[in-house]
C-alpha cells in the first residue's frame, strides 16, 4: 500500500491511543488559528542571515529552501515532515515536485493542511502503521522534536531512550535503497546543561527570584516540551545516522521570536478578528492562554531564551546521513 492511498482520519476524528504527552503537545498547537490571523504560520527559526531588517516571510522560505536543499529534494522525491504544522514545508517540497506526506497531533493544523490539500496525516509518529517502514527518501522534524520529551520523561530516565527510539524510527521510514537516506532536524538545546525538570513542574509563582526556573517553567506551561543539551542528540543516533552537518540557528530564531511579537502586537492594534479570537481561546482554556500570553508580554519567557550573551538556549539544524 503506497503512503498516498492510506486512509487518513476526517477532521473530527482522533486516534484514541495516543499518550497524555501528545495532549500537552495538542493544547500548545491549539492556538493555531489565532496564530494564522497574525500571520504566523511557521513555528520554528527562519533564516535571517544576520540582517534583522530581513521580512519574516523572506526568512521563513529561505529556512525551507535550506531543509529541502539538505535533502536534495527534487521532482518525485518522497518525503515525509514528522510535526508538520499548517504545511508551509510541505507545500514548497510539492512545488519542487517531491511526493509530499506530513504528520501532526493537532487537529487544527491537520483541518489546514488538508484544507490546502496537502496529504498530512493526523497521527502520533510513534504509531505510524508498518506499511509506512522503507518508503520514504528524506524526513524533516522541523521543531516537533522539543515536544517529543517532557520534564516526566527526564525524571523517570527516558530522555536519551526517548531520542534513540526516535532515530530508530526514522531509519526504518527511509528506503535502504534510496540514494538519499537522509534526516534534517532542528531543535532548541538547553545551552548551559540540562535543567533540573522539577523546576519546569513548578508553578512559575513559586520560583520568582529563580530566573531560569521562573521563564522555563512558564515556557512548559504555554508549550510542553523538554529540550536536550549539545551533543545528546548526536550520542542517541550513533547506531543509525552521522551527523554531517550542524548549523547554528540561534540568532536567527532570536529574530523569528521578535518577528513574532511584532505581527502579534499588530494584529492586536489592526485585527479586531484577532483579539476576539483570543478572547474565546481565554474563555474556553483560561489558563493555557494566560500562560501563551505571558510568554510574549510581561515576563516575554519566548524572548528571553535568546537574550544576553550567552543565550541560555541554542538552536541547531543537524543533518543526519543513515548508515
Known amino acids: 500500500m503506497k503512503v498516498n492511498e492510506l486512509a487518513r482520519p476526517g477532521a473530527g476524528e482522533y486516534p484514541a491511543e495516543l499518550s497524555e504527552v501528545a495532549a500537552i503537545v495538542r493544547r500548545c498547537y491549539s492556538l493555531t488559528g489565532v496564530s494564522m490571523l497574525a ?3 511557521d513555528y ?35 518525503l515525509l515532515e514528522i510535526g508538520c504544522g499548517l504545511g508551509t514545508l510541505l507545500a514548497a517540497a510539492q512545488a519542487r515536485g517531491a511526493r509530499v506526506t506530513g504528520v501532526t497531533i493537532s487537529e487544527e493544523q491537520f483541518a489546514v493542511c488538508r484544507a490546502r490539500g496537502l496529504n498530512a496525516v493526523l497521527t502520533d509518529y510513534r504509531k505510524l ?8 527518501d528524506g524526513i524533516v522534524v522541523n521543531g516537533a522534536l522539543e515536544h517529543f520529551c517532557q520534564p516526566e520523561d527526564v525524571l523517570a530516565g527516558r530522555q536519551d531512550p526517548i531520542y534513540e527510539n526516535m532515530f530508530a524510527i526514522l531509519a526504518g521510514l527511509l528506503d535502504p535503497a534510496s540514494p538519499a ?9 538547553f545551552r548551559h546543561g540540562p535543567v533540573p525538570p522539577e523546576k519546569l513542574l513548578r508553578s512559575p509563582c513559586r520560583q520568582l527570584f529563580d530566573r531560569q526556573g521562573f521563564h522555563y517553567a512558564i515556557l512548559y506551561r504555554g508549550y510542553g516540551g523538554y529540550y536536550p543539551v ?17 548549523q547554528d540557528g ?11 511579537l511584532r505581527l502579534f502586537l499588530r494584529a492586536l492594534r489592526e485585527r479586531r478578528g484577532f483579539a476576539t479570537a483570543l478572547l474565546r481561546h481565554f474563555v474556553r482554556r483560561p489558563v493555557h492562554t494566560f500562560w501563551f500570553v505571558a510568554s510574549f508580554l510581561g515576563p516575554a519567557s519566548q524572548l528571553w531564551q535568546f537574550r544576553g550573551d550567552p543565550t541560555p538556549v541554542q538552536h541547531f539544524r543537524h543533518t543526519w546521513q543513515a548508515v
Open 39 to 41: 500571520g504566523v504560520e
Open 44 to 78: 520554528t527559526e527562519g533564516i535571517y542571515d544576520a540582517d534583522s531588517r530581513t521580512d519574516y516571510r523572506e526568512a521563513q522560505r529561505r529556512q525551507h529552501a535550506y531543509l529541502l536543499d539538505e535533502l536534495g529534494v527534487k521532482p518525485g522525491f518522497r
Open 129 to 136: 502503521p508498518p506499511a509506512w517502514r522503507g518508503t520514504f
Open 181 to 189: 537516506r537522509r534526516v534534517v532536524t532542528t531543535a532548541l538545546h
Open 230 to 246: 549539545p551533543g545528546q542528540l548526536e550520542r542517541c543516533a550513533r547506531n543509525a545516522f552521522r551527523l554531517v552537518r550542524e
Open 250 to 260: 540561534t540568532r536567527d530564531y532570536g529574530l523569528t521570536a521578535e518577528d513574532w
